[in-house]
């Protein structure tokens, strides 16, 4: 038996996790220290700016897409690739920091895998939703409507938690609803736009997803669909 003395003071991150929240810390890392001519030379003053031409998710480049026939790689990838680029270093540090908190929870009751795939497919359809519901012209970046998606994951697992102590499972979206009551309120004061489509989406997907990827989930939802039949 291991002495307590020599157990960690913190339960350790998922790696999955942690290599998340470097890609998207270290490339803020790279665009603040090449904006202040640090780091790259004089051409690394545009280094935030060109990513985001190449790797935002764009709405207008979708539904051109869509009315073209024509997928692109470089461009279906925008999908995925939109998570790790942000406006600003503060961006991306609240969203690092909620990834970190979020990522951490679902991945000790779910595993990496689920982290992974509510990660990508809760930002993929979160930027799905985002060009259907708005068609905006603005951009969409940032990891937001994919730690929405482990939002989503973390208040399944409560829901669950909730219902097994008998008490209101309500509660349990309890989160959510302050975090879009902040979105509201900041939208009200500075100007509304348009990215809580997304995160809300993701939240959805993510809720969805974590149904099945929950230890013993798909098998109590097969069970569920043969009672019901």
């Known amino acids: 038996m291991s002495h307590p003395h020599n157990e960690p003071p913190l339960n350790p991150l998922p790696p999955v996790v942690i290599a998340l929240f470097l890609v998207i810390v270290g490339l803020e890392v790279a665009f603040t220290l090449g904006a202040r001519g640090l780091v790259g030379g004089p051409q690394a003053v545009g280094w ?39 406006a600003s270093f503060t961006h991306a540090l609240f969203a690092g920091v909620m990834l970190l908190a979020l990522g951490k929870m679902v991945g000790e009751a779910m595993g990496s895998l689920a982290v992974v795939l509510i990660f990508f497919v809760s930002a993929a359809g979160g930027a799905f939703v985002f060009a259907i519901a708005t068609g905006s012209s603005v951009p969409l970046i940032g990891a937001f409507p994919a730690v929405y998606g482990l939002i989503g994951g973390f208040t399944y697992l409560l829901w669950v938690r909730l219902g097994q102590l008998g008490e209101k499972q309500i509660r349990a979206f309890t989160l959510i609803g302050f975090l879009l009551a902040i979105q509201l309120i900041f939208g009200l004061l500075f100007g509304a736009n348009s990215e809580w489509v997304a995160d809300l989406a993701g939240f959805a997907i993510g809720f969805a997803l974590s149904i099945v990827l929950v230890p013993g989930g798909l098998s109590r939802l097969v069970e569920r669909l043969r009672q019901r039949n």
């Open 48 to 86: 935030r700016l060109g990513t985001l031409e190449r790797f935002a998710f764009s709405a207008e480049i979708f539904a051109w897409m869509r009315e073209s026939g024509r997928w692109p790689v470089e461009h279906v990838m925008r999908f995925f690739s939109y998570p790790f680029v942000h």
